[in-house]
């Protein structure tokens, strides 16, 4: 399985971190070694003095496809859940300023953590989902899929041009504003209409 993964789908978080609105999807993958499962702890990774949250909308793929029409799209995801992409934010730094790859800073094991799955029905259209990640507690981000530059129908158009999707991969499809440092000890809880489907602790 692969994890797909788009930067600066929510102009909010774009403008929050500098970055233009993007013409085109940001694509990135991580390895199926960044998976951190429910129930799974963080474990703060040593190369990184600021580690952040982002909390994205994440939808399974169910069938196997290449160049797939927008139109055509809702048939090659059946689940949702809430995700973390963490980042390495001074290392994903660093990497940009010099033009080189993001991986070591977005992809390294445990940094793509998922909540649990629940199907897609008409109150969990992935169009009109409304999200909050809090921490410790407190709300940090607060989002709506309807505010992405690129729908999830559209990504699925665009990556199904490069990259064959296979049953189980996962795409990862942005975060709203508000991203932040996690520390040791930190609770991360992710909310979609309401209902806690994300938990993850970092040690
Ligand atoms: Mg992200």
């Known amino acids: 399985m692969k994890i797909i993964c788009v930067g600066r789908n929510y102009a909010d978080h774009a403008k929050e971190l500098k970055n233009d609105i993007p013409t085109e999807p940001v694509i990135f993958m991580k390895p199926k070694g960044a998976l951190l499962l429910p129930t799974k702890a963080l474990y703060y990774p040593e190369f990184t003095n600021d580690l952040q949250y982002e909390c994205e909308v994440v939808v399974r793929i169910s069938s196997n496809g290449k160049f797939i029409q927008e139109k055509f799209a809702y048939k090659y995801y059946d689940q949702v859940t809430l995700g973390i992409d963490f980042t390495a934010r001074d290392v994903q730094r660093d990497q940009q300023k ?10 390294f094991d445990g940094s793509a953590a998922v909540g649990t799955f629940v199907p897609v029905t008409a109150e969990t259209n992935v169009h009109n989902l409304a999200f909050l990640l809090h921490k410790n507690g407190v709300t940090v ?18 990556v199904s041009k490069f990259f064959t999707l296979n049953i189980g991969d996962f795409i990862f499809t942005g975060t709203p504003a508000g991203v932040g440092p996690v520390n040791g000890g930190d609770k991360l809880e992710g909310y979609m209409q309401g209902n806690k489907v994300l938990e993850v602790e970092v040690k």
Request: hydrophobic share 45%; net charge negative.
């Open 98 to 107: 010099k033009g080189l790859p993001w991986e070591i800073a977005k992809a």
């Open 141 to 158: 981000q607060e989002g709506h899929t309807r505010d992405m530059i690129f729908s999830i129908d559209q990504i699925i158009a665009y």
